[in-house]
C-alpha cells in the first residue's frame, strides 16, 4: 500500500508531514505537489476568464510553476527521509482544474491506503471564499484521508 501526502511548502503542510512520519507505520510514501501554469490559474477567476491563456513551453521548456513543484515535493520527501522514511517518491502533478481534484485522482491512481493533508484550519465565511482543499479532498477521496490540524501556539503560563 501507499500513502500520499499532499505538500505546498506551507507552515500546515509541513505539520502533516512531521505528524504522519511520528505516528504512521512506515509503507511506501509519495509527496505530491500540484502545479498549474499560472496563466491557467487566472482562467478559473471569473473576471479575466475571458483572457486567452498564454502559449505552452517549448518541447524541452518546462513551466516555472512545474520546477517549483519539483523542488517543494524534494523538499517534503528530504524532511520525511530526516525523520527516518526511507521508501519516498516525488510527485509534481499538472491539474487541470482545482488542487483537491488532482489529488484525489493521483490517490485512485496509486491505490493510496491514506491520503494525508493540512489544514489551514479556515472556517465559516473565509472558508467558504477561499475554499477547502482538505476538506473537498475528505468529501470526494473514496479512501481514508488523515487531516492535520494547523500546530497551536502553547500559551504562556502565567
Not at 124 to 138: M, Q, W
Request: charged letters at 25%; aromatic letters at 4%; hydrophobic letters at 40%.
Amino acid at each position: 500500500m501507499t500513502i500520499l501526502i499532499a505538500y505546498d511548502g506551507s507552515d500546515d503542510a509541513r505539520a502533516a508531514l512531521d505528524y504522519a512520519a511520528r505516528h504512521l507505520r512506515p509503507e511506501p510514501t509519495v509527496v505530491i505537489s500540484v502545479w498549474e501554469p499560472l496563466l491557467l490559474q487566472f482562467a478559473w477567476a471569473p473576471l479575466v476568464a475571458e483572457t486567452p491563456a498564454g502559449p505552452e513551453p517549448e518541447p524541452n521548456d518546462r513551466f516555472e510553476e512545474e520546477k517549483q513543484a519539483e523542488h517543494l515535493a524534494r523538499e517534503g520527501a528530504d524532511i520525511l527521509r530526516e525523520a527516518g522514511l526511507t521508501d519516498v517518491q516525488t510527485l509534481a502533478e499538472r491539474g487541470g482544474g482545482p488542487v483537491w481534484s488532482a489529488i484525489v485522482d493521483v490517490a485512485d491512481e496509486l491505490d493510496a491506503s491514506l491520503v494525508v493533508t493540512g489544514s489551514r484550519g479556515l472556517a465559516g465565511a473565509r472558508s467558504l471564499i477561499l475554499g477547502s482543499v482538505s476538506t473537498r479532498v475528505l468529501h470526494h477521496a473514496r479512501r481514508p484521508v488523515l487531516v492535520v490540524p494547523p500546530k497551536q501556539e502553547k500559551k504562556k503560563a502565567g
